[in-house]
């Protein structure tokens, strides 16, 4: 089945850790994206990738990174930078084209 | 920027009703989603929206898409409590850049 994993469900990160998110996708989509929700807030834009070896910052692009090596990876590292990094974590594929971005089930980190 | 802004934000509505959800945005694009969220869980999309005037309808959800007003609608007909969960529109600000941008919400309750 095609689709869209993020993992781990559920990470606890120490202070001053830092922590990298899963997201992979058999979709053969080639724009992928990380937003960041709070509790009964929308979803806020971190950063997304059009094309491999590519990526543009989002609204909230502070303390995190992402790289794409692979297209069917887009990993996002949240440093110890990110001060307030407790939320839900959702990421988002879809192809270059008519641009439906389908999501992940979403990681919900906080910190302990 | 991008501005996209949803009214209203929190709806409680009673069964059979119906009742309408306002997406405005502030840039031009014709391509604008809808989505749905439960309770701790991911984005389902809905319905995605890619030309003036377009219109799609599932079920008791209808959404249409005024792009010269730089509006769209989700409708729902005679609701039900299934329907109960938070609505989200998104809207992409240009052809080729996939950086969609998301509404705020809408947390819709329906009372039996």
């Known amino acids: 089945d095609g689709g869209i994993t993020q993992s781990p469900k559920y990470l606890f990160r120490k202070e001053g850790q830092n922590v990298t998110l899963s997201c992979e996708q058999n979709l053969n989509h080639d724009a992928m994206y990380w937003y960041r929700q709070d509790p009964g807030q929308g979803l806020r834009l971190i950063y997304y990738s059009q094309i491999v070896n590519d990526f543009q910052k989002g609204d909230i692009a502070e303390g995190y990174s992402v790289s794409r090596e692979k297209k069917e990876s887009f990993p996002l590292t949240v440093t110890s930078a990110q001060k307030n990094p407790t939320a839900f974590y959702l990421c988002?594929?879809?192809?270059?084209?008519?641009?439906?971005?389908?999501f992940g089930q979403g990681t919900r980190l906080t910190v302990v | 920027e991008l501005k996209v802004e949803q009214n209203p934000l929190f709806l409680s509505m009673q069964e059979g009703k119906n009742y309408t959800i306002y997406c405005n945005y502030s840039?031009?694009?014709?391509?604008l989603y809808w989505y749905r969220q439960d309770p701790g869980k991911s984005l389902e999309s809905l319905f995605v929206l890619l030309s003036n005037g377009a219109v799609k309808q599932e079920g008791r959800l209808m959404a249409s898409l005024d792009t010269k007003a730089r509006l769209s609608t989700l409708h729902i007909t005679a609701a039900v409590h299934d329907l109960s969960a938070t609505y989200f529109c998104a809207v992409d600000p240009a052809f080729l850049n996939n950086d969609m941008r998301f509404g705020a919400g809408t947390r819709l309750t329906v009372k039996p």
């Open positions: 988002a594929s879809s192809t270059s084209m008519n641009t439906e971005a389908f």
């Open positions: 840039t031009t694009s014709d391509r």
